[in-house]
């Protein structure tokens, strides 16, 4: 199982809205609904943003947002802030049962 | 409190075992599946693999980099779930994070993760 493809990294100014892909296949992105996506700053464990695509938890800002056309999934963040600089991982359940993740994206707030 | 902690992790020599512990508090463990996912220094994470729950009978799945080398069991009883690794490898080298899947009979996202616990295989 090949890791899900996201951009290295991307970068914005404060105010303004980003938007990170990740690339899979028809086995994976494409197959479900189960796309997630985490926020991991240094040295701190990852934390759940999205799930199913485009759900948010509870305790998490509706300036995340998620969606999905075909075999990409894209994390989406409205109005940015200096906290949100951070790792981002995509990560979606696959039809052979198993897990996979994206290789990450840095995002550098300006 | 909610929380996962993990413990076992070391310095092992190539072609060697561990068995790594992660401690569940604050939720029903018995209901829950558990994963593991490991991070090498400066890389992304990667998912190893997971135990579901009684329910949906204790089934695992693993990563084809660590199937046949690793074993995720769990004991309700002690609310603790386990990774054996075995033929470790230098690669193998990583925080391992143990976490749990957000409802039992949801089928993906991971919402509380434990702190990690460092192995290092090297000789």
């Known amino acids: 199982q090949s890791a899900l493809t996201q951009p290295a990294s991307v970068s914005g100014s404060p105010g303004q809205s980003i938007t990170i892909s990740c690339t899979g296949t028809?086995?994976?992105?494409?197959?479900?609904?189960?796309v997630s996506w985490y926020q991991q700053h240094p040295g701190k464990a990852p934390k759940l943003m999205i799930y199913?695509?485009?759900n948010r938890p509870s305790e998490i800002s509706n300036r995340f947002s998620g969606s999905k056309s075909g075999n990409t999934a894209s994390l989406t963040i409205s109005g940015l802030q200096a906290e949100d600089e951070a790792d981002y991982y995509c990560s979606s359940y696959t039809s052979s049962t198993t897990g996979v993740f994206g290789g990450g994206t840095r995002l550098t707030v300006l | 409190e909610v929380q996962l902690v993990e413990s076992g992790g070391g310095l092992v020599q190539p072609g060697g075992s561990l068995k790594l512990s992660c401690v569940a508090s604050?939720?029903?463990?018995?209901?829950?599946?558990l994963h593991w996912v490991r991070q090498g220094s400066g890389k992304g994470l990667e998912w190893v693999g997971h135990v579901r729950s009684k329910a949906n009978n204790y089934a695992t799945s693993y990563a084809a980099s660590v199937r046949g080398r690793c074993t995720i069991s769990r004991d309700d009883s002690k609310n603790t779930a386990y990774l054996q690794m075995n033929s470790l490898k230098t690669e193998d080298t990583a925080v391992y994070y143990c976490?749990?899947?957000?409802?039992?009979?949801?089928?993906?996202?991971?919402?509380?993760w434990g702190q990690g616990t460092t192995v290092t295989v090297s000789s």
């Open positions: 976490t749990r899947l957000r409802r039992p009979f949801a089928t993906w996202g991971m919402d509380i």
């Open positions: 199913d695509v485009s």
């Open positions: 028809s086995s994976d992105v494409g197959a479900y609904n189960y």
């Open positions: 604050g939720f029903t463990f018995s209901d829950s599946a």
